[in-house]
């Protein structure tokens, strides 16, 4: 890459993409690479402070930005993504289908400290939509040595790539609601709307609900049937508290699922129970998500649909970011809340 005064530019051939910006109107290419510099153009050039530009020249040792970009682009990216051409040095990766992008932070992290590399992307175990940008990555000079590329080939070289989009699961969901004033009849269950809608984004298939009285035993013998009908999640809802009636957590307990955990580091959502029954998930949704908006059952969700099998140390990590602000409008999920990295 050699840098020459605008003056003196007529007739070579620009290396790299010029960009126009009009402070608070619009920002675009005003110079493609590639372009060969006419008379017009010193004008242009200087009209947009340019008094030097740099003609690409060959150079084994060097990458230009556009071929840096996708290489860096090409070697991250897994299934369920696809790439830009170049755009001002820039190439941007967007997903191919919805699902649920994952992002192995720690390879990012150490690509993002390569001297010249930039590869930014959103949150880990974030909810995409088909066609969404998800990641940019470019470097900073127009030509980057090769050696840092290679690096970041090494860095990207295990077999799971940096980047990817899980799909959702069409899981058949059964309910199981708790609450001998329900089952009773006293109140109104509200929980069958609200997991319909909670689960209808990520494809969920209503299995059925049963209502049944706060009894261990009773509430242990319904998760077996569900998984015996084919279940791929169960939700028990209510009944989650320390109060002395609340017997979800032991009926629970009693199928002799694995708890992961009883008790998330999130708010609201607390008196949530993550358990397993072999491959089977089961939530313990507490009575605050009948009336809050996101608790720890929709930070789990997406994961629980997209096929992660989550650990008790997923869950401690989410205490950083675990509060949610309760915003009177709702911006979810473009929120801090549940994003611990």
Known sequence: MRKV??????????GYDITKIIPGREKYRAFRKGQVITPQDITKLLDIGKEHIYIWDADEKMIHEDEAALRLAQLAVGPGLTWTEPNQ??????ADHDGLLKVQVEQLNRINNLDEVVFATLHNDRVVNAGQTVAGTRVVPVAVDYRAIEAAENICAGLVPMLMIKPFLPLWVAVITTGTEVNSGRIKDGFARVIRQKIAPFGGRWMGQVIV?????????????FIAEGAGLIVVTGGMSV?????????????S??????????????QFMLAY????????????????RKTTLDLLLPRIFAGDVI???????????????????CHFPQCPFGKST
């Open 89 to 94: 040095g820039r190439v941007n990766i967007w």
């Open 311 to 329: 650990n008790r140390s997923d869950i401690v990590d989410m205490g950083h970011g675990g509060l949610c602000e309760e915003c009177t409008i």
């Open 213 to 225: 009285p706060d009894n261990p035993k009773i509430i242990t013998q319904e998760i077996h049937n």
């Open 257 to 270: 699922a694995k708890v992961v955990f009883y008790g998330a580091p999130i708010l609201p959502g607390s």
């Open 243 to 255: 109060d002395a009636d609340d017997t979800t957590p032991q009926g629970i307990r009693d199928t």
């Open 5 to 14: 005064p605008v003056g003196e530019a007529v007739g070579l051939t620009l």
């Open 277 to 292: 029954q072999g491959h089977i998930p089961i939530c313990g949704v507490p009575g605050g998500a009948l009336f809050s």
